[in-house]
């Protein structure tokens, strides 16, 4: 099946840790993203790419890393430097100027 | 800044009723519109998209309309069914933007 997965579903982090989250894409989607949800509140971008070793800051990038040396996969890294890190991140991808498709999410919270 | 609102912020009511969400932009100079369902726990899952063209989508019990001039879409749902409960999400992409500017979302409820 064509779709978008993300991993882990659960993730903890310790203080002054930096952690990974996964994102892999195997519709041959060209674009992907990056977006926060917090509790009552709208998604916001993080970071996107548009094709592969390219990528530009959303609106809250700050705390955060991306890369893209694949086309199906865009791991964001959720560093020490983000204090508050407690959310619900969702990847997105999608072909030129078309729908965004979603993955399940992943929620990380602090120990 | 395109600022995106949907109001109420959550919806009960009992099953078989239509009802209307609605959603406002504070930027009419958007490229598409695009409605979503969130189930708790997970991703978004795309119910309707209006292009900036276009007046209203439909897509069987659902009826997506979009007025540019005045920053307004609504999401009208027929003969509403409990497994319609779910948070829905409006977003809207800005000419020459890549991203979407998200709603903080209405929670609806449909008692059985």
């Known amino acids: 099946d064509g779709g978008i997965t993300q991993s882990p579903k659960y993730l903890f982090r310790k203080e002054g840790q930096n952690v990974t989250l996964s994102c892999e894409q195997n519709l041959n989607h060209d674009a992907m993203y990056w977006y926060r949800q917090d509790p009552g509140q709208g998604l916001r971008l993080i970071y996107y790419?548009?094709?592969?070793?390219?990528?530009q800051k959303g609106d809250i990038a700050e705390g955060y890393s991306v890369s893209r040396e694949k086309k199906e996969s865009f791991p964001l890294t959720v560093t020490s430097a983000q204090k508050n890190p407690t959310a619900f991140y969702l990847c997105?991808?999608?072909?030129?100027?078309?729908?965004?498709?979603f993955g399940d999410g992943t929620r990380l919270s602090i120990l | 800044k395109q600022e995106v609102t949907q109001i109420p912020a959550a919806l009960s009511v009992p099953e078989g009723e239509n009802l209307v969400l609605n959603c406002s932009f504070t930027d009419s100079a958007i490229y598409n519109l695009q409605w979503f369902r969130q189930d708790p726990g997970k991703g978004l899952t795309s119910l309707l998209l209006i292009q900036s063209s276009q007046r209203e989508q439909t897509s069987g019990r659902l009826n997506a309309s979009l007025d540019k001039s005045s920053g307004r879409s609504t999401l009208y749902i027929a003969a509403s069914q409990p497994g319609d409960s779910a948070t829905y999400l409006c977003?809207?992409?800005?000419?020459?933007?890549?991203?979407?500017?998200f709603g903080t979302g209405t929670r609806l409820t449909v008692i059985p």
């Open positions: 790419s548009q094709i592969v070793n390219d990528f």
């Open positions: 997105a991808s999608s072909p030129p100027n078309q729908p965004q498709h």
């Open positions: 977003a809207v992409k800005r000419n020459g933007a890549n991203n979407l500017f």
